[in-house]
Nanobody, 130 residues
Framework: QVQLVESGGGSVQAGGSLKLSCVVS????????MGWFRQAPGKEREGAAI????????YYADSVKGRFTISRDVAQNTVYLQMDNLKPEDSAMYYC???????????????????????WGQGTQVTVSS
């Protein structure tokens, strides 16, 4: 019902920036929250940022707060993740997700995106070298 296509990943040096995009299509009634999650080799998936398109509420993981910004372009059905001052520890496969999450659901970010109703994109690789 919902399809997500990510783009914008790549390789950058520490301190550099990348902007990830997630184009969403399908039934918008199937979700009320969008998020960016990441998973590095040998690590569990963790949340980076989430956003409620309806109200614009955002939540960030402490590890990315102040460096990452999640935003949306309603007209283009696109959610972005602007990543600045990237660090090697930011290297991971980044996934875009959409789910029904009650407003104030910072828990969705903290639990790594675990939510039965979630739809996931294919992922885009981000590699930050030192």
């Amino acid at each position: 019902q919902v399809q997500l296509v990510e783009s914008g990943g790549g390789s950058v040096q520490a301190g550099g920036s990348l902007k990830l995009s997630c184009v969403v299509s399908g039934d918008s009634r199937s979700y009320n929250c969008m998020g960016w999650f990441r998973q590095a080799p040998g690590k569990e998936r963790e949340g980076a940022a989430i956003l409620y398109p309806g109200g614009g509420n955002t939540y960030y993981a402490d590890s990315v707060k102040g460096r990452f910004t999640i935003s949306r372009d309603v007209a283009q059905n696109t959610v972005y993740l602007q990543m600045d001052n990237l660090k090697p520890e930011d290297s991971a496969m980044y996934y875009c997700a959409a789910a029904k999450v009650p407003i104030g659901g910072h828990w969705w970010l903290k639990n790594g995106g675990t939510e039965g109703s979630a739809y996931w994109g294919q992922g885009t690789q981000v590699t930050v070298s030192s």
